[in-house]
């Protein structure tokens, strides 16, 4: 019995090494003036904090502060909050925290084209653009990770896709991403495709890493970020996988001898 208890042991703990948890961030919310007033919601700071409960239910809070200190149009902000972003069945994630710090070429802005009833249809650009709804040649917005899922041995946040809108009609409009090691993955839009997802398989970030979304390098057009989807693991140590594989043979062992 001992040894069956064994291998079910190393069971458990070979199926955690390569658990994923999916996360969805949209910006693509509701600035309609009817409830509001007006169509763009700004901030001085933007926080995307994400915390794992001890089942690995996963949810988002998105902390976006004024110059003065206080919460930033909550009515617009607090519908990027999601209760439900993720889950994961990685145990070593259980009961912790990360956090999506926002930087970028200015302060954080939600924003729509029309002050029209919008409904859905906002982006993540950022102040003081020559286009308010559209990130330029020069303007990106960039997102660094940190908290203690970072400390986590092995821990990478992956991104899966990021998805644009309110692209730039000039015929040249681009969007792309780009990691702290230097991966870019960059597509030009074409105009019959005024809103899009593309693949980010590729942007893999580790603790105080960053991710950050802007137009091709020297190209004049751009759009607004509507939003991404990633998964964060917790993957060993080489020397980890090395334990466990010796574990497993030892349990095997044992189990072998007393078949004799």
């Known amino acids: 019995m001992n040894n069956i ?3 079910l042991l190393v069971g458990s703990l070979l199926s955690t090494i390569s658990s994923y948890a999916q996360i969805v961030v949209n910006f693509d919310v509701d600035l309609s003036p ?3 007033s007006f169509a763009a919601a700004g901030a001085a700071s933007l926080a995307l904090n994400f915390t794992i409960d001890g089942s690995g239910n996963i949810a988002l809070d998105a902390v976006a502060l004024g110059s003065g200190g206080g919460a930033a149009s909550p009515a617009r902000w607090n519908q990027v909050d999601n209760a439900t972003a993720g889950t994961t069945t990685a145990a070593a994630l259980y009961n ?4 999506l710090t926002f930087s970028g070429s200015a302060a954080p802005s939600l924003n729509f084209p029309s002050y029209d009833n919008a409904g859905s249809g906002a982006v993540l650009v950022t102040q003081g653009e020559g286009n308010a709804t559209a990130l330029e040649s020069g303007e990106f917005v960039t997102f660094s990770v940190s ?3 970072t400390a986590v041995t092995g821990f990478s946040l992956d991104l899966a896709n990021f998805s644009y809108g309110r692209r730039l009609a000039n015929g040249g409009s681009s969007f792309g991403v ?3 090691s230097g991966t870019v993955i960059e597509q030009l839009i074409p105009n019959t495709s005024t809103s899009g997802t593309i693949s980010g398989i590729g942007i893999s970030l580790s603790a105080g890493e960053d991710m950050t979304f802007r137009t091709i390098t020297g190209n004049a057009g751009g759009a607004g970020l509507s939003g991404f989807e990633f998964s964060v693991s917790a993957v060993p140590e080489p020397s980890t996988y090395a334990l466990m594989a010796a ?3 030892f349990g095997f062992v044992v189990w072998r001898r007393r078949q004799r």
């Open 96 to 99: 912790t925290s990360f956090t």
């Open 147 to 149: 908290g203690t899922a």
């Open 34 to 36: 009817d409830a509001q």
């Open 247 to 249: 574990i497993a043979t």
């Open 178 to 180: 780009e990691d702290t």
């Open 5 to 7: 208890k064994q291998l």
